[in-house]
């Protein structure tokens, strides 16, 4: 499976952006997605899960109710709608994927599929 991150940028706090994960390759039904963040200094952090039909998703606490996570399977991409954005949300945003029990969903740890990180800067 191939991922290419797109629609990262600068916004202001309170603004909001759209991130897509285009998948390609050998895309299964049993194929769950997520995105991570990675801030200078700071260690690789959860931020979204999804599984590929979109009936299973979860979001990390720090963005649960801001961010939302959803599928378009005709088009085989992932996106992240980001709102309400806060100046602690600036990282390095990667999205990844894997089967169910492939790896750890809390750190990426083990997780097979990484896109290119796609840089979020929200200024204050």
């Known amino acids: 499976v191939q991922l290419q991150a797109s629609g990262g940028g600068l916004v202001q706090a309170g603004g909001s952006l759209r991130l897509s994960c285009a998948a390609s390759?050998?895309?299964?039904?049993?194929?769950?997605m997520a995105w991570f963040r990675q801030a200078p200094g700071k260690e690789r952090e959860f931020v979204a899960r999804i599984s590929w039909s979109g009936s299973n998703t979860r979001v990390a606490d720090s963005v649960k109710g801001r961010f939302t996570i959803s599928t378009d399977n005709a088009k085989n991409t992932m996106y992240l709608q980001m709102n309400s954005l806060k100046p602690e949300d600036s990282a390095t945003y990667y999205c990844a994927a894997d089967q169910f029990l492939g790896g750890s969903w809390n750190n990426g740890n083990g997780i097979d599929y990484w896109g290119k990180g796609t840089l979020v800067t929200v200024s204050s």
């Open positions: 390759g050998r895309i299964s039904s049993n194929l769950y």
